[in-house]
């Protein structure tokens, strides 16, 4: 009877530590994307080659996260704020040429994204299956999208830019769901800033992906 007490009690304590995590996690998104909205709206008239600069910063800044996150979770969280500022600096030449050239189609593709990864997010979520395997999968495909898009520098195929962002949607939609599991499955309150980072390069694929389709794929 003790032993079922006590079980019961860690299962009560792991549900809470998951939901925690979750709520943590969640809300280091949001900041991200609020900072990504800033930079965005900032750096609205900067030049593609000062959005290089902040590219290449934001990256280096994500791969200090990680060393950062065996060290101390507040130095985490400020450079995953600074990671946020500096990939919505990045991408905001891009942001800025689509919203001149069709406004509407920024919306739907943010609305669009909402619902993508709401749907996926979840299914990813409930799954008991392990995902991993689909990770794996994922990544090389990832590659191969990304050998792709660099032949379409050199090749014009007619409707290549709209077949590029459905192949990357359905890629992102792999990984949208492993990062969701992984999300489930992590008890380490500490890999909250990592699992965030995660979870917000995935939606911001996803926007842009279905930026390019909501304004006409090739152009």
Known sequence: MADAVSYQQMGTAARGQAHTLFAQTMGYVALTAALFAAGAWLGRDLT??????????????LISMRFAARRSVPLTVALLAAFGLLIGLA?????????????????????ATALFIAGFGAAGYATRRDLAPLAR???????????????LIFVNIPGAGLIYSILGLVIFAGFVMFDFQRLRRSTDIAEAPLLAASIFLDVLNVFLFFLQIFSGGDR
């Open 137 to 151: 999968i994922c990544f090389w495909a990832l590659v191969a999208l990304i050998i792709f898009g660099i032949v």
């Open 91 to 111: 991408v905001a030449p891009t942001i800025a040429y689509y919203g001149d050239m069709d406004p509407t189609a920024v919306y739907q593709a943010g609305a």
């Open 48 to 61: 593609g080659a000062v959005g290089l600069v902040a590219w290449i910063a934001a990256f280096a800044v």
